[in-house]
Structures are given as C-alpha cells and as structure tokens.
C-alpha cells in the first residue's frame, strides 16, 4: 500500500529534467519562467538545488551556462554535491531544447500544487481528529490554507530591503504614470478621491454615525459607484432585508423616489426610468449576502468564496456592531468590547488577506448628543477598543439639518474623515437627496 501510494504522488521528473536543461538554450526564458515556479516547486531534491543555483546566478545578473552552475553548486557546500552534480551531467548529456519551457514550468508549478494541496489535506485530517476547537474554527483554519494555495502565496514571508525596494519604485512610477487619476477603486465623489486615492485594496474603513445620518445609504452610493466602474461588491446585509436594499438602489439608479417605488404609483415616463434602472443593476457585479445573522467566520468563508471565483473587489458589511462574537463570556460590557475588538481586527485581517478594501459601518455612542456642536469624533466609536487602532480610515456622517431643522445647509451631509493612516484628514461635502437616498458631489473642494 505505501509504493502505491507513492506512486501517487504528482510530479514529472521528465519535464522538471527538459526545463534545466532547456534554460541551457535559453537563457533569457528565465525573465518569464522565475516568475512561474521557485525551485521548492521541483520535486527531486537535486533539481531544486540545480534550478536555485540557476536563480542565483540569473539575479546577480551573472551569465548562465552549465559551467558557471557547477561552480554556483560546489561554493553552497551541500552534502548531497555528487549527486547533484552527477544529475546535471545527465541532464546536460541529454538532447533538450527550448523549446516549451513554459509549458514545462507551468506542469512542474501544477505538479507542486497538487503535492501541497495533499500535504494540507492531511494536515486538516489530522487537526479534525485531534484537535480540541470547534468544527467552525478548524474550517475557517482549513478555508485559508486551501485559499492560500490556490493564490499561490505559499511563500517565504521574509522580504529583504532588495525586494522591498524594487516594489516601491514600481509603486512611485505606477502613481507619476497615473498623476490626477484615482489609484483604489473610485468612490464617485470627486472631493473625497482626490483626498484618500479611492478605496484602497488591504484597507479597513470605518464608516460610523448616528441613528438617520445615511450611513446604509451611503455605503450603497459606494457600492453603486464602484460596481459602474467594473468591480465586484461583496455586500453583508445584517440588518436590512436584500429587497429593501435593493428598492434603495433602484431609486438611485432610476431617480424615483422610494415612496413611489413601493406604492408603485409611477407616471407614464417613470415606467421607462425603473424599466432602464432595472436593466443597468442586473449587469452590475453587486451580491448581497442577506444573513441577519452572523459572525466573522461565515463572513470570511463567503467572501473568499466570491474571490476564488474572482468576483470580488470591495466588501461592505452593514454594521460591524451586528456581527456575533464567539458567545463566550456574553453579558459583560466589557467582553462584548474584547469582542469588537476581536472583530475589528479580524476584517482588517481579512482585507489583508484578500487584498481588497473592507468597509464596515459602525455605530456612535450617545455622547455624541449632549455636545453643543455634535459632530462625531474618534472618542465617540460605540465600543471603539481596536477599531480605531484598527482601521486604515475612519470617516463620519453628519447632517447639520437632523438636530437643527430650518438650518441653512439643508440636504447637505458632511463627510468626516477623522482618522487616515495613509493620508491627510478633513471634511467633504456632498449633497444628499433624501427622497432618492442618493449623494453627489457638493463642491470641487475639500475643507
């Protein structure tokens, strides 16, 4: 039984040998293939440490040729060297060619996938087994490995200033080649992307307020935004049932007010409206996960579902103070802060993770009420423990015209952004129309 089952182990000693000795030919496959497999991806021993003197050789910018390979083997000092050595002179004794090395690198990156996704397999029977966690932790455990392995980010997580370097004058020349365009994903408000570069992938935004400021009707202006410019919204709808959010986005879309909507009294030409308001939302990539509830273990086993698929560029989830914690120690004022705090650090995980923005809306203390001048501040965060420690950026809602009814600035919410870890803070307008739940630009600048 063991010599069958290894016999089933994924490998092609055939096209790992063909690929080394191809490069051989063809040097310069190296700028594409380095970038397919790692010579941990070979299955024989001695063709890894081959391939890893190749590597090095080709990163110093040195030549590469089989003489210069022995030498790169023999100053490693391995203890394995003989028989290294005597695979390379077969493989340089053998009649290969360039041709399909990419091919090759792809089968041997496959193979090396296959093997991994074993090795996890078994370590996910062994930690069923024996493991004292519940069945939901050891699946979100298990959901990240298999995830990790179909991102190919197995990986050495130690990166030298070298590596850390060359990313970031990528980064420089990738923003002056793009100087005036938004960089994250765009929110359709002019002021705010030139303040925050859109939403950017890994961060955590907090979008707090108090009870009718628009914070729902918001995120879906963004969720709105977003999906017209061709991504993938992720929504996790805790509190308002999917068709109620849905009436919301059709009365943006169309410009019919939500009173009409649901009595479905519409003229004539509002027929047309909702027809081609209709039309346009079903081709928008905007899924709504309606789970009243919920916790934070089913919101990341959802959302890395939609991004295996690659269906997923923004979540939003609606609010963070209705997602369930783990239950224990429920009652206490202050568990239930250690569970937010739990939370928060978990969506930021799982923005890291998935490398896409997370936008969790948030509620605010009662504080906010007994100050004569009621904007929001970080100090209001209901329950705040880690979220603000946690968030890339924390932004407020508020609408002057709630508290004081005949003010001046009626229809015109303010944007608050108290906290950006990456960037400037201050205020940015917008006009909101209540009966469309829908925002707009205000001005062309930021206070």
Same mark, same amino acid.
């Given at each position: 039984m063991e010599f069958e089952e290894l016999n089933r182990i994924p490998y092609s000693l055939e096209a790992e040998r063909a690929l080394i000795g191809g490069i051989f030919f063809d040097v310069n496959s190296l700028d594409e293939i380095k970038y397919i497999i790692k010579?941990?991806?070979?299955?024989?021993?001695?063709?890894?440490?081959?391939?890893?003197?190749?590597e090095n050789l080709f990163s110093e910018s040195r030549g590469v040729d089989p003489i210069l390979v022995v030498e790169e083997i023999k100053k490693s000092d391995l203890k394995n060297e003989e028989e290294i050595l005597q695979v390379l002179t077969e493989i340089i004794d053998e009649n290969?060619?360039?041709?399909?090395?990419?091919?090759?690198?792809?089968?041997?990156?496959?193979?090396?996938?296959?093997?991994?996704?074993?090795?996890?397999?078994?370590?996910?029977?062994?930690?069923?087994?024996?493991?004292?966690?519940?069945?939901?932790? @050891?699946?979100?455990?298990?959901?990240?490995?298999?995830?990790?392995?179909?991102?190919?980010?197995?990986?050495?997580?130690?990166v030298d200033m070298r590596t850390a370097s060359l990313d970031e004058m990528r980064r420089i020349d990738n923003v002056t080649a793009n100087r005036g365009k938004t960089l994250g994903i765009p929110t359709g408000f002019v002021d705010l992307d030139r303040m925050t570069s859109g939403l950017n992938n890994s961060d955590l935004i907090i979008l707090a307020a108090r009870p009718a400021m628009g914070k729902t009707a918001f995120a879906l202006n963004l969720a709105l935004n977003a999906a017209?410019?061709?991504?993938?919204?992720?929504?996790?709808?805790?509190?308002?049932?999917?068709?109620?959010?849905?009436?919301?986005? /059709?009365?943006?879309?169309?410009?019919?007010?939500?009173?009409?909507?649901?009595?479905?009294? /519409?003229?004539?030409?509002?027929?047309?409206?909702?027809?081609?308001?209709?039309?346009?939302?079903?081709?928008l990539g905007i899924y709504v996960a309606d789970l009243p509830h919920t916790n934070v273990l089913e919101i990341r086993s959802y959302a890395r579902n939609m991004k295996t698929q690659g269906l997923l560029d923004l979540i939003i989830i609606d609010y963070l103070q209705l997602i369930n914690g783990t239950g224990k120690g429920r009652g206490s004022e202050a568990s239930r802060q250690q569970e937010i705090s739990d939370i928060s650090r978990a969506l930021k995980?799982?923005?890291?993770?998935?490398?896409?923005?997370? @936008?969790?809306?948030?509620? /605010?203390?009662?504080?906010?009420?007994?100050?004569?001048?009621?904007?929001?501040?970080?100090?209001?965060?209901?329950?705040?423990?880690?979220?603000?420690?946690?968030?890339?950026?924390?932004?407020f809602l508020y609408r002057e015209e709630y508290y004081i009814p005949d003010t001046e600035n009626k229809g015109i919410t303010e944007l608050i952004i108290g906290k950006h870890r990456n960037g400037a803070t201050g205020t940015v307008k917008l006009n909101f129309l209540s009966e469309f739940t829908k925002f707009t630009s205000y001005t062309d600048q930021v206070n």
């Open positions: 010579s941990d991806d070979f299955y024989k021993k001695e063709h890894a440490e081959i391939y890893r003197a190749i290969t060619s360039s041709y399909n090395l990419l091919e090759y690198a792809e089968l041997i990156k496959e193979k090396a996938m296959l093997r991994r996704l074993g090795q996890v397999g078994m370590e996910i029977t062994k930690t069923a087994y024996t493991d004292v966690r519940t069945a939901e932790e @050891i699946m979100d455990e298990a959901e990240a490995k298999v995830l990790n392995l179909s991102k190919n980010i197995l990986k050495n997580s130690i017209k410019e061709k991504k993938n919204v992720l929504i996790f709808s805790l509190e308002m049932p999917v068709q109620q959010l849905y009436q919301r986005l /059709l009365a943006m879309e169309s410009g019919i007010s939500q009173n009409k909507l649901r009595n479905v009294y /519409l003229e004539e030409d509002e027929w047309n409206k909702l027809t081609l308001a209709t039309t346009s939302l079903s081709n995980g799982l923005a890291r993770e998935l490398d896409v923005p997370v @936008i969790a809306l948030s509620q /605010l203390s009662r504080a906010v009420e007994s100050r004569v001048d009621r904007r929001p501040m970080l100090s209001d965060l209901r329950e705040s423990g880690a979220i603000e420690q946690d968030a890339d950026i924390v932004a």
